[in-house]
């Protein structure tokens, strides 16, 4: 039996093409979207360059990076930019501006290695959650280099960004 290519014209450019040329949706009568593929996608061009759109965008993005998967791949594009010309260019141009901070993430690091210091993943935050790294909070110099303070990501960023957190 000959299947029959049925038409249908698009709200859109009013043009009548074959069902092919359109998405597929449940809820309407036929089971089609009411545009063709072409204006479907132009129209969502359209939207995700207005305010709203952006802003839809942005916090499926932040959803999506506070998943497993979000972080991992989050984790393989900065490990595959820090290879990148540009991004050891950019790392090195950190190096020398914070030579302090980098001296005193070396000396945890090597405190850690040494057993002197625990890894900050095995104690928890003052907020309830796992630490994840460990804060100057007393600053970069010589002698407060292991004087630090377990914080979990949310937390490090409230404190340097002076929000209100449970740490106070």
């Not at 593929?37 to 839809?56: A, E, F, P, S, V």
């Not at 490990?79 to 950019?90: A, D, I, P």
């Not at 290695?113 to 907020?127: A, E, G, I, Q, Y």
Request: proline content about 3%; glycine content about 4%; charged content about 30%.
């Amino acid at each position: 039996m000959p299947e029959t290519i049925v038409l249908k014209k698009c709200s859109s450019c009013k043009e009548i093409k074959p069902l092919t040329e359109f998405y597929k949706n449940c809820c309407r009568k036929d089971g089609y979207r009411c545009y063709c593929k072409d204006c479907h996608t132009k129209i969502n061009q359209q939207y995700w360059k207005t305010k709203k759109g952006k802003l839809c965008k942005q916090k499926a993005t932040k959803k999506f990076r506070q998943t497993e998967k979000g972080k991992l791949i989050q984790q393989k594009a900065s490990s595959k930019y820090l290879k990148t010309e540009k991004g050891r260019q950019n790392h090195k141009e950190y190096c020398n501006k914070n030579p302090e901070k980098r001296k005193a993430k070396n000396a945890i690091a090597s405190a850690i290695r040494s057993n002197k210091l625990v890894r900050p993943d095995t104690l928890s935050c003052s907020c309830g959650e796992q630490a994840m790294e460990y804060h100057h909070h007393k600053g970069y110099d010589l002698k407060h280099w292991l004087n630090v303070v377990a914080v979990c990501h949310k937390c490090h960023c409230s404190i340097h960004y002076q929000r209100p957190t449970m740490l106070g």
